[in-house]
């Protein structure tokens, strides 16, 4: 209860409103609207302590706020093993884009040969945060030095009529063509994308500073209907 306080605290009713309404599945009286800032100097503040060992052993939580500063509170364990686990413990608790992209353990990226096992995992799960938590770690740790190109096929396999999961979808080819544009540009030029996804990807690809405007004229034109858009 104490590290509920410091949030109760921290609490910003102005915040609260601009970020409830970027988060339209949960409920506004859960958002407490304490500012990313402030989160992770508490997580510097409870690096390492009982308490937040206690805190990560206490799901599901009641706010919005004690959700992030759980993924944050992860994000900075330096045990793989103990990270993957409590990774493994709050993805089912996990509930929207906001929470789930605020999971990203600095632990995955030294350990990326044995992720990647897990993060195919995830992308095949039918959890949407879990897929789309999934789907974030290959964007993160696997399009440089890491990458094979059987990895975009992972991720065009993971179809789902969820506009958080395709949303996701759309970052990781929009940034593979940045990244790796030779592997996968014939994906986009196949169409083996969803529709919708297929027209986020190349707006994103679009619309990034890596892609040069040659490669951008090109995509423009294998761009189909369309699309409507939302946050996520």
């Known amino acids: 209860m104490e590290i509920r306080e410091r949030l109760l605290a921290l609490q910003d009713g102005q915040n609260a409103a601009f970020v409830a309404r970027l988060i339209p ?94 993060v195919g995992r995830w992308i095949a799960s039918e959890e949407t945060y879990t897929r789309r938590f999934g789907v974030g770690m290959l964007m993160a740790y696997f399009l440089d030095e890491h990458f094979a190109p059987e990895q975009l096929d992972w991720v065009v396999n993971a179809q789902s009529g969820e506009y958080y999961v395709n949303m996701m979808r759309a970052w990781y080819f929009a940034t593979a063509l940045a990244k790796q544009y030779e592997a996968a540009l014939p994906l986009i030029e196949a169409r083996r994308l969803d529709a919708w996804t297929h027209n986020k990807t190349i707006q994103k690809a679009i619309e990034s500073y890596r892609i040069p405007d040659e490669r951008k004229a090109y995509l423009r034109r294998l761009k189909e209907k369309k699309q409507g858009d939302k946050h996520g």
């Open 25 to 118: 599945n949960i409920s506004a009286e859960t958002v407490l609207g304490v500012r990313a800032p402030a989160l992770r100097a508490l997580v510097r503040q409870l690096r390492g302590s009982a308490e937040t060992a206690a805190f990560l052993q206490t799901l599901p939580h009641e706010y919005l706020d004690e959700n992030i500063l759980h993924a944050f509170l992860i994000s900075d364990l330096r045990d793989y093993a103990e990270c993957l686990a409590a990774v493994e413990a709050f993805l089912p608790c996990v509930d929207n884009w906001a929470v789930c992209d605020s999971l990203r353990p600095r632990a995955f990226s030294r350990n990326r040969e044995k992720l990647l096992p897990e």
